[in-house]
């Protein structure tokens, strides 16, 4: 819904206001009604000169002229409303990333709504449901790697949980020299060893190869300029971990602590400690940790080798000295949660619960001498739908056959990983899985919000390659 700028000016309020509206409204997309207060949230998308805190002033895209974004954090069952101005020079749209709402919201331009042009506005409003650790971003092209993203909180109604302080931390990864997206000079080869110089492919108007990123910031600052987490001793800390990066998986470690994983893509798990934690791109996972071992502590990343552009987060207990802080170490008997050690805890209430009606292969590939990645063998958009009936119980078998990981993510639901060895009651819903080299994974999900969802590799340089398509209600 494309709105003029009169309407936009007349129904905009301040960014974060609570409106309390007594009785029902009609929402204008599901007629269903929306109950509950209305949290109205103003962005706009504009070009800023942004800074990580170190390294050189550049030109990022952003909202609200900061990077990320500006937080979302509401409460669950209450109704989002944010009005996006498009000062950008390009056409864009905003993205509930692992929100189940309803389709026409979703902001996938050519599949939910036709993108909003430079100048324009749009209004996007759904139900904050559920619960969870969420971020937003643009959907078009490669504007997320410039900036266009940000975090998006639900807070449980009624139990917040048991800890006496909370952090969200975005991990980023920049090109610090333009941002990234289509400046970047410098590109990666598609075998993710080496550089491939300047050009990358000589294919002019083709995809793009990732960026060789120099900057792995956590809220848009880069240590040693990033603000220590303070903590203090005897404390129980959350951390909503959240990856907007456009190609970065992070493998995560605290020096001095074990971290307990309480929820993964939003949804609660049963509590499972680890010592290292990996994250791919488009994931959350909500961690906690009790402040025992009093000191100034490193949660880094193991990757990327060290150097002056590492991801890195200090954590500080108060009355510490503000020496150097210690870095984790990634070697020795350590714990690496997989996927396959997770158990989900919400129960499986679906009626259809036990069979499957349809099933999907799908073969990961490409990038070896082709700047395409593809699904099946085919290039979005001349891609397949996946076929399903509302009520369906459906799994998708992938294989990858490259020798990159790819996240995976669907639109509009959680889906199940399936895990042979534990009963389907306590599979993990997740709305993103990484699938390794030469490696399967399989989901399974329940088609219960009808719609047409994008289905993509959420590397963003491979989705805007091709590895994409939609599944599609009959
Ligand atoms: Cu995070 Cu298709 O998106
Ligand atoms: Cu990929």
Partial sequence: MAITRRQFLKTAIGAGVALQVPGVLLHPFSARPATGPIREFRFSASRA??????????????????????????????TIRVFLKNLLPQETTIH??????????????????AAVPPGESFVYEFKARPAGTFLYHSHVEYQLDQGLYGPLIIEPAHDPGNFDREYTLMLEDWVMKDGGGVAATRRRSPM??????????????????????????????????IEPLMVKTGERIKLRLINPSSSTIYTLRLAGHALTITHVDGNPVKPL????????????????FKADNPGYWLLSAMERGGGEGQLRIPVRYKGSQPTEPVPPVFRGPLRFASYADLRGKLPDESPSMGKVDRAFRQILSGGMHSPYWT?????????????????????????????????????????????????????????????DSMQGMEIEFVADNRGKWFHHCHNLYHMVAGMANTVVYA
């Fill in 192 to 225: 993710g060893r080496g550089m491939m110089g300047r050009r990358g492919f000589a294919n002019k108007g083709g995809p793009l190869l990732e960026p060789v990123y120099d900057g792995f910031a956590v809220n848009g600052k880069l240590y040693p300029e």
């Fill in 49 to 78: 000169k942004v800074n990580l805190g170190r390294g050189p002033d550049f030109v990022a895209w952003t909202y609200n002229g900061r990077v990320p974004g500006p937080e979302i954090r509401v409460k669950e069952g209450e």
């Fill in 375 to 435: 699904i099946n063998g085919r290039v979005y958009p001349n891609a397949e739908r996946l076929v399903v009936k509302e009520g369906d119980r459906v799994r998708i078998k992938y294989w990858n056959r490259s020798m990159m990981p790819h996240p995976m993510h669907l639109h509009g639901h959680f889906f199940r990983l399936v895990n042979p060895a534990i009963p389907p009651d306590t599979w993990v819903l997740k709305d993103t899985v990484i699938v």
């Fill in 96 to 113: 509930w990333h692992g929100l189940p709402i309803v389709n026409a919201m979703d902001g996938v331009p050519g599949v939910t709504q």
């Fill in 273 to 288: 400690r680890t010592d290292v934690l990996r994250i791919g791109i488009g994931e959350r996972y909500d961690v906690e």
